[in-house]
Nanobody, 121 residues
Framework: VQLQAYGGGLVQAGGCLSLSCAAS?????????MSWYRQAPGKQRELVAR???????NYADSVKGRFTASRDNAKNTVYLQMNSLNAEDTAVYYC???????????????WGQGTLVTVSS
């Protein structure tokens, strides 16, 4: 099972961008909580948003009201809509998911490859 992130790029301050991340690679895997993290240059990786399988969300204080996480369980995909972007949002964004690879295993933590978001001021 793997996570593949899409989106990212360069956007002007005040603009918006959308990220997506899909889990794939198995026939009977199950995805539980999915999250977005980010890591800015010289800083530690931080949680941006988390969404449970049932759709409950929580966000970092710095993005509340601007970012929205959503998911499509049928597609094993999580989305992050980012509005009102500012220079402090510049970072590599990583998706993360708790995934049960198969019915004979246990939940494991998976990371996507990261996608760069650059906000120009």
């Amino acid at each position: 099972v793997q996570l593949q992130a899409y989106g990212g790029g360069l956007v002007q301050a005040g603009g918006c961008l959308s990220l997506s991340c899909a889990a794939s690679g198995g026939s009977d895997f199950r995805v539980d909580t999915m999250s977005w993290y980010r890591q800015a240059p010289g800083k530690q990786r931080e949680l941006v948003a988390r969404i449970t399988r049932g759709g409950n969300t929580n966000y970092a204080d710095s993005v509340k009201g601007r970012f929205t996480a959503s998911r499509d369980n049928a597609k094993n995909t999580v989305y992050l809509q980012m509005n009102s972007l500012n220079a402090e949002d510049t970072a590599v964004y990583y998706c993360n998911a708790a995934i049960l690879p198969n019915s004979c295993s246990y939940y494991r933590n998976y990371w996507g490859q990261g996608t760069l978001v650059t906000v120009s001021s």
